[in-house]
């Protein structure tokens, strides 16, 4: 249904600024366009899991250098994995927030295909990483906060990646993540997928948007392992569990961000505004635990996943 609508409202902002080039401007088809616009927006309540992860992967959907831009200042740029490679896909550095030294970092895809393919589609390999855990050792040194956005189909599966180490970039991270003795905070805004997603969500706090999602593996993954049919995807979306809802059930993830009706891409900037506002909930929160009680937390909370879990089934 959301694939439907959104499809109408991209031919409709088309014809819009189509009318707005003209000179002589027809206003009153404007206005039944805006109107017809507002009323299909207002259709996107009460999601279907498959809806979900249709505007999780929504290309307009906030990435993390809008996030950056919107909610830090002074943002500085670090690179490479201290090995001699640079990997697009992740994006990260230090920050100021509200005037506290942090430390950001995040999936980024790109804004266009040059930008997708500059990036791996937000795949990152192991020198990605090990960029990000050389950013997290640095924070940790100076006593910096991390704040992770977690957005990305997975780590990238192919063959140059795993020969240099895929997997034990991704091992070595979940287990320095887990011992951490800064607060760190991790926010899933799109597509939260397999180890990939997981490198960078260790957090003493895990928050979601509300149309994103977060799983093992994709639906057409699951499907074509389950059915041996990719196409029946929409069918996998229900049975995986992977909206913010069903993980704020299973105490997987500690809060869900609301978004706009339609999604965060029709109104970025009140999301931005939101997140900015549970960022700072968080991390007050966190001030008042010594090192070796954020450590302790957060250990804690990934071991008990297991047994909340069990618990609500």
Known sequence: ???????????????????????????????????????????????EPHDKVY??????????????DAIFEDFFEQKGDALGKEDGSIFGGIALYKGLPVTV??????????ENIKCNFGMPGPEGYR??????????????????????PGAYPGLEAETNGQGSAIAENLAKMSALKVPVIAIVTGEGSSGGALAIGVANSVLMLENAIYSIL????????????????NEACSMMKLT????????????????????A???????????????GRELEKY???SPDDLSRHRYKKFRNIDQDFLNVL
């Open 1 to 47: 249904m959301v694939k439907v609508i959104d499809e109408r409202i991209t031919e409709i902002d088309k014809e819009i600024q189509n009318i707005m080039s003209q000179e002589c401007k027809d206003e009153a088809k404007m206005y039944v366009l805006k109107r017809e616009r507002h009323d299909l927006i207002k259709m996107c309540k009460n999601l």
């Open 287 to 289: 001030s008042k635990m």
């Open 244 to 263: 913010a809802q069903d993980l704020k059930e299973f105490h997987v993830i500690d809060e869900i961000i609301p978004e706009p009706v339609g999604g």
């Open 131 to 152: 960029k990000a855990l050389r950013l997290m050792k640095q924070a940790e040194k100076f006593g910096r906060p991390i704040i992770t956005f977690i957005d990305t």
């Open 55 to 68: 505007i999780a992967r929504h290309k307009k959907r906030p990435k993390v250098t809008e996030y950056i």
């Open 218 to 233: 994709s639906p057409e993954g699951y499907a074509s392992i389950l059915w041996k049919d990719s196409t029946r995807s």
């Open 265 to 279: 891409h029709i109104n970025p900037k009140a999301v931005f505004k939101v997140t900015d506002r549970y960022i």
């Open 105 to 114: 970092l995040g999936h980024r895809k790109g804004n266009d295909l040059n």
